[in-house]
């Protein structure tokens, strides 16, 4: 089968909850609890979502 | 005379929504999952029939949905009997799959579909009007979804790697049980969750690829 060539923009958090009809307001509880989830797991674990974000994005170039 | 240097400028256009023909089922969790994380992973929005409200004839509505989205991913790997009474094969998946190549042949011929399956062989016993498809087999693991859809995207907005796409997946996967006491449902198999879940995938996504 024929691979998918996928070209266009990136979708945005925000244009990912349009498309799916999340209300604003949803959009920011989540918004918020995810930054709650970054700022806890680098706080409390050496193995940080920070540091898997430095380290994949090394990697990946 | 020197090269002005410019900005790369963002690609155009509207963003790419994928359409994920898959099994509403809870042994198929992870892989429901996985399928979210990637397809956000790689910058694309994520769609399903769980979207689709009550009120709507569904049918009509999920010929709108695979109409809308550019591409689809049908996983065919639980088109198996079922385990309550009366035993009846699951006829879902194959059917939206035959209304995607349908649409795509007579309306949409710019939708491009593809086929995934947990074992190689399989498509062909079960689906032998495919022959000469080959599915994408991830063998029903995590990591098989992500490197199958690694295969299938190409060129895409984002080239997420799968350690990226592994964090996305372990991040949504930790987040489900909040998701589910908020929206007071027990599996993750309704509109709220997807598309919260979705919400948060990108939100990964766009902080860790």
Same mark, same amino acid.
């Given at each position: 089968m024929q691979p998918i060539v996928a070209t266009g923009p990136a979708t945005t958090p925000r244009k990912t909850a349009k498309a799916l009809s999340v209300s604003p307001t949803r959009f920011r509880r989540l918004s918020a609890l995810y930054r709650s989830l970054i700022r806890d797991s680098s706080n409390s674990h050496p193995a940080s979502h920070a540091k898997i974000k430095a380290k994949t994005s090394t990697r990946a170039r | 005379m020197p090269k002005s240097r410019r900005r790369p400028r963002p690609a155009r256009g509207k963003t790419k929504s994928v359409f994920l023909n898959i099994p509403y089922d809870r042994r198929f969790t992870r892989l429901f999952l996985a399928y979210i994380a990637a397809v956000s992973s790689f910058g694309l929005i994520p769609h399903a029939t /769980?979207?689709?409200? /009550?009120?709507?004839r569904r049918l009509d509505r999920i010929l709108s949905l695979i109409a809308r989205s550019q591409y689809s991913l049908h996983d065919l790997s639980r088109v198996q009997l079922d385990t309550s009474n009366p035993r009846t094969p699951r006829f879902n998946m194959p059917f939206e799959l035959g209304l995607t190549v349908a649409l795509q042949r007579?309306? *949409?011929?710019?939708h491009s579909w593809v086929v995934l399956e947990s074992s190689p062989h399989r498509l062909q016993k079960s689906? +032998?009007? /495919?022959?000469g498809t080959d599915p994408f087999v991830h063998s029903g693991t995590v990591r098989g979804v992500f490197r199958e859809l690694c295969s299938v %995207?190409? +060129? *895409?907005p984002l080239r997420p790697t799968v350690p990226q796409m592994f964090a996305v997946y372990r991040l949504l996967r930790s987040q489900l049980p909040k998701l589910l006491r908020s929206s007071g449902s +027990?599996?993750? %198999?309704n509109a709220r969750v997807f598309s919260d879940l979705c919400v948060l995938a990108a939100l990964a996504a766009s902080n860790i690829v």
């Open positions: - | /769980l979207e689709i409200p /009550l009120s709507k007579c309306k *949409t011929p710019r689906l +032998s009007d /495919l022959n %995207f190409v +060129s *895409t +027990s599996d993750p %198999f």
